[in-house]
């Protein structure tokens, strides 16, 4: 399956009609969050509507710029995979909103064991099932990125990245992680055998990024393929 991955809209609709071309291509979206302008909540929904009218099959999570109440919009299209864990052709996601606590005013400030407590339905899954294949077909959505090289660094002496997911992500190994957040750690690297893709911001740059997954032999997951990209490149 090939996947198109976008972050940060921040209620710039239009860079998503330049992507006609992308969402054709697309199997599905995954959409790591933040619809709204920052400090703008209520410009969230016309975001969440043109976006899901450009695809059938959209997975997201809320960022730090939408406000909580707003996850019932998500619901009511049936795009959430935050706080759940959700199967499309044979492919587990689950997913985790908001950003880390760094200013206070945005909208969907949380700790991190906040954050990650919205993966508590995979670790009761894995408990229920008595097997940790599970990990190996996971995806994990989360706009808020772990502590990383690349994909947190607001610059090369500021990482604003997740420890807790960081060694979250070492400990489970899922396929793979899309975050966003940081606009300008927007980049691929990997934690253990867990590919890491952070788009960058489609509103504010035209960033987006490709994931392409195929199913092997054993009826495991792999990551066949994954880039970065910018609208017109």
């Not at 499309?88 to 990650?116: N, Q």
């Not at 990482?159 to 060694?167: E, I, L, M, N, W």
Request: aromatic share 8%; hydrophobic share 40%; with cysteine.
């Amino acid at each position: 399956m090939r996947f198109l991955v976008l972050s940060d809209l921040h209620a710039a609709t239009e860079s998503l009609d330049k992507l006609d071309n992308q969402f054709a291509k697309a199997d599905a979206v995954i959409f790591a969050g933040d619809f709204a302008e920052c400090f703008k909540p209520e410009t969230g929904r016309a975001a969440l509507d043109a976006l899901c009218r450009k695809h059938e099959c959209i997975l997201a999570v809320l960022g730090n710029c939408d406000n909580e109440d707003f996850l019932a919009d998500l619901d009511e299209k049936d795009v959430n995979i935050q706080k759940s864990l959700v199967f499309h052709e044979g492919i587990a996601f689950a997913g985790a909103g908001g950003g880390s606590k760094f200013t206070g005013k945005t909208e969907f400030e949380r700790t991190e064991e906040e954050i990650l407590s919205d993966f508590d339905i995979i670790t009761s899954a894995v408990e229920q099932s008595g097997s940790e294949n599970l990990w190996k077909n996971l995806i994990l959505v989360c706009h808020n990125p772990p502590k990383a090289g690349i994909v947190d660094a607001v610059n090369a002496e500021l990482h604003a990245g997740s420890q807790k997911f960081t060694d979250f992500i070492a400990q489970r190994q899922p396929l793979a992680v899309i975050c966003g957040h940081i606009h300008e750690g927007r980049g691929i690297e990997r934690i253990g055998e867990t590919t890491v893709i952070n788009p960058g911001s489609i509103g504010e740059s035209g960033s987006y990024a490709w994931l392409e997954v195929e199913k092997s032999a054993d009826g495991f997951l792999s990551v066949v393929s994954s880039e970065i990209c910018t609208v017109n490149e």
